[in-house]
């Protein structure tokens, strides 16, 4: 079975700040690794992905994630973040399927 | 990528009425599509697995006469809440997944509240 980890609930950071979500995952079989983004009362936008080769994953508006096998991690980050980056961001795996397994999300606050 | 377009974006309904959401796969031929429910500040919780020309497979807790789906063509799918209750009030989210699960395209979702 898989499961999906998101440490922190809320993160809440100063603008221009750096970030990192911290994402965790079980599986018994590769998987594929999303992150993604979600407004007030919208879908989810898919900010990068890891499907394979190398372990560090530029993504849309500045972030970018790191596949860490040995620890089963996928963290997500951002250098300087901004106040438009206030959302939900949710952490996915898909097993090479059809079926998707989130986790939580973390809620990020930008502080101005 | 695939384009889904998710129909209401809201809706208000009476208790004992019953609401339908549509997805919709603008470029891309689904086979398969997914309906999601999401509770204010948690995650998408996976309700069913829309097949195209056959019945869904719900997930375990979901009752199949409350939540009716039907994948009629390789375009749409469709979500009907019927006898709707406050309780059904949630966050409906659909999606299309391609390429064996490389990537997943969201409806835009519906926020159906139920009075």
């Known amino acids: 079975a898989q499961s999906v980890t998101q440490l922190d609930s809320q993160v809440p950071v100063f603008e221009e700040a750096p970030v990192e979500l911290r994402c965790n995952y079980s599986?018994?079989?590769?998987?594929?690794l999303f992150w993604y983004v979600q407004y007030p009362n919208q879908g989810l936008q898919l900010l990068l992905k890891?499907?394979?080769?190398?372990?560090l994953v530029k993504g849309i508006n500045g972030f970018e994630a790191e596949f860490n096998k040995s620890q089963t991690s996928f963290h997500l980050r951002k250098p300087s973040v901004h106040i438009s980056d206030t959302a939900e961001y949710f952490c996915a795996v898909s097993v090479g399927g059809n079926q998707f397994y989130f986790g939580t999300g973390t809620s990020l606050t930008v502080i101005p | 990528g695939a384009v889904v377009s998710q129909h209401p974006s809201r809706v208000i309904c009476k208790s004992g009425t019953s609401v339908k959401i549509e997805c919709r796969s603008l470029d891309f031929q689904a086979t398969t599509m997914f309906w999601y429910r999401q509770f204010p500040k948690q995650s998408l919780m996976l309700m069913a697995t829309s097949n195209e020309g056959s019945k869904a497979t719900y997930e375990q807790g979901v009752e199949k006469d409350k939540f009716l789906i039907n994948h009629a063509s390789l375009t749409l799918s469709t979500l009907t809440v019927t006898s709707a209750h406050p309780e059904d009030s949630s966050f409906y989210i659909c999606?299309?997944?391609?390429?064996?699960?490389?990537?997943?395209?969201f409806g835009q979702g519906t926020r159906l509240t139920v009075v």
């Open positions: 599986s018994s079989v590769s998987v594929y």
């Open positions: 999606s299309v997944n391609v390429g064996g699960g490389t990537e997943a395209f």
């Open positions: 890891y499907l394979s080769g190398s372990t």
